[in-house]
């Protein structure tokens, strides 16, 4: 089975979302991390639409979603988008699964609109440590930003010269992931260049966290407004950090974490018969 193409508008921006139907079933966003598209899901999708209407955001600057103006792509945007597309499908409340980028996405939204989210599950995605530099002081946060900004606008989007080159890319940066994977996601992650080489979809000045809209305090605050129950999930060999040994998963009161051996920051890649179990007894089951 394959999913529908729809957009729809957000902040003047044309988005995009794949549907994966089940229409009378109760409604699933998923959301995809930084730098990937909405068809890394296509597995997971296929066996939650069994339950649950499924629908796949491409988040701004990804996929097959417009580019924002300018270089800024701060989190509250992105919750600004995630927002208007469940609006858009009112079937409150929802069920949001995100990982990366999208699980802090899923947490503020379910922070914001508490009453609006029935469970939430968030892939390595609560935010950086907080020895992060995303975290230092205002001027070094901005100095940072404007110099990624300036580096990225001085050097032209690294192209492939053919799809196995780009293949190839992808499983240096994900080491875990099947040939069979590792295809599929860069077949829908790349646009071909007139010359024949492809070149990634998404917009390199989404990269750079944003300077300001993303502190500790302010995230601390909002995870504590959560009511939905929350799944968790760490893989043991990602370079982020044990959220129960950092004190970051303590901000939500309502949580379970599961530490996954033998995976990486793709935890529902890496060990996806295990991710598919534990998040389908957590949908289905009872509250944590």
């Not at 946060?141 to 293949?167: D, F, Q, V």
């Not at 959560?226 to 009161?253: N, Q």
Request: aromatic share 10%.
């Amino acid at each position: 089975m394959e999913p529908v193409s729809h957009y729809y508008y957000s902040h003047r921006l044309k988005l995009h979302f794949w549907d994966w139907g089940q229409e009378g079933k109760p409604a699933l966003i998923l959301v995809h991390g930084g730098l990937d598209h909405a068809r890394n899901w296509d597995w997971v999708a296929r066996v939650l639409r069994e339950h649950f209407h499924v629908y796949a955001i491409d988040l701004r600057g990804h996929g097959n979603s417009a580019w924002a103006p300018g270089a800024l792509y701060s989190i509250a945007e992105h919750v600004l988008d995630l927002s208007a597309l469940a609006d858009i499908i009112n079937d409150f409340p929802i069920y949001i699964v995100g990982h990366s980028l999208g699980g802090i996405v899923t947490l503020l939204y379910s922070g914001v609109y508490p009453d609006r989210v029935k469970k939430a599950v968030s892939i390595e995605g609560l935010g950086p440590p907080l020895s992060h530099p995303v975290f230092g002081p205002a001027s070094e946060r901005m100095r940072n930003w404007i110099e990624k900004i300036r580096n990225t606008e001085g050097r032209e989007s690294h192209s492939y010269p053919c799809l196995a080159a780009a293949i190839k890319r992808m499983k240096e940066a994900n080491p875990h992931l099947s040939d069979e994977v590792a295809e599929h996601l860069t077949l829908h992650g790349t646009n071909w260049n007139a010359d024949g080489s492809l070149i990634w979809k998404f917009d390199n000045y989404a990269r750079p966290f944003a300077p300001y809209g993303h502190n500790a305090d302010d995230m601390s605050e909002i995870l504590g407004q959560i009511r939905c129950p929350v799944l968790l999930f760490w893989g043991m060999e990602s370079w982020a950090t044990d959220p129960e040994a950092d004190g970051r998963a303590a901000k939500i009161a309502n949580h379970r974490l599961v530490k996954v051996a033998n995976a990486g920051h793709w935890v529902h890649h890496d060990q996806l018969d295990l991710f598919l179990k534990e998040t389908t007894s957590f949908l289905l089951g009872s509250p944590i």
